[in-house]
Each structure stands twice: as structure tokens, then as C-alpha cells.
């Protein structure tokens, strides 16, 4: 069975820290861009950032720039997204997704994708 599972999300305060994983099952990470988005309640959802199949080009949001990062480890067949400095809106469900293209260039939006998580839930209270 193909799927992603995102775990790590939690409650914080503001200020702190959280890593998200994403885990593949059923197929390799190796060739696939993996992004993570997250959508608040009432709001669409956004492309926070994504990491290509070397791992070597990142892009991230403008309002996580310099707070989050994302990294995969291939061997383990998982990506991760450290994130630092949380505030208040930073609130949302997050996802992961994957594409079989080893660079999206479309990573920032959530049309194209291949596979989606079913999201993890992250609070962050002032």
C-alpha cells in the first residue's frame, strides 16, 4: 500500500520548536520532490516548502524563511521539517507531499502531486 504518513505535530508555545516527520511506505523516496504544506481552519492551503530527490535545491515560504528546514534522509525514506521560532500562526494541519520529478518547479502550490499524508496537527499558542 502506497502512502505517506506525517507524524511529529503537536502543541507549542510560541517560541518553540517542533519536527515533523514524513515516512513513505510502499515506495521509495529516492526520485520524488516532497513538499510540505499546511492549511489553517478557513483558510486554502499554502506550500510551506519542498526539497528535491538529491536533496541539494530547497525552497521554503517567505514566512518561514530562516525558522523552518527541511531535510530528507533517503536511507530512511523520509523527509523532515524542523521548525523553530513558532508563533501563533504558524497554526495549522500540516502535509507532505511527493511528485516523481526529481525538482518540481511548481513545488510551491498544491496542484500536481502524486501522493498526499494525511496531516499531523500543529497548535501553537502565544
Known amino acids: 500500500q502506497v502512502q505517506l504518513v506525517e507524524s511529529g505535530g503537536g502543541s507549542v508555545q510560541a517560541g518553540g520548536s517542533l519536527r515533523l516527520s514524513c515516512a513513505a511506505s510502499?515506495?521509495?523516496?529516492?526520485?520524488?520532490?516532497i513538499g510540505w504544506f499546511r492549511q489553517a481552519p478557513g483558510k486554502e492551503r499554502e506550500g510551506v516548502s519542498c526539497?528535491?530527490?538529491?536533496?541539494?535545491?530547497?525552497n521554503y515560504a517567505g514566512s518561514v524563511k530562516g525558522r523552518f528546514t527541511i531535510s530528507r534522509d533517503n536511507a530512511k525514506n523520509t523527509v523532515y521539517l524542523q521548525m523553530n521560532s513558532l508563533k501563533p500562526e504558524d497554526t495549522a494541519v500540516y502535509y507532505c507531499?511527493?511528485?516523481?520529478?526529481?525538482?518540481?518547479?511548481?513545488?510551491?502550490?498544491?496542484?500536481?502531486?502524486?501522493?498526499w499524508g494525511q496531516g499531523t496537527q500543529v497548535t501553537v499558542s502565544s
Open positions: 526539497i528535491s530527490s538529491s536533496g541539494g535545491i530547497t
Open positions: 510502499g515506495f521509495t523516496l529516492d526520485y520524488y520532490t
Open positions: 507531499a511527493a511528485i516523481t520529478i526529481p525538482m518540481y518547479r511548481y513545488c510551491s502550490g498544491p496542484g500536481g502531486w502524486d501522493y
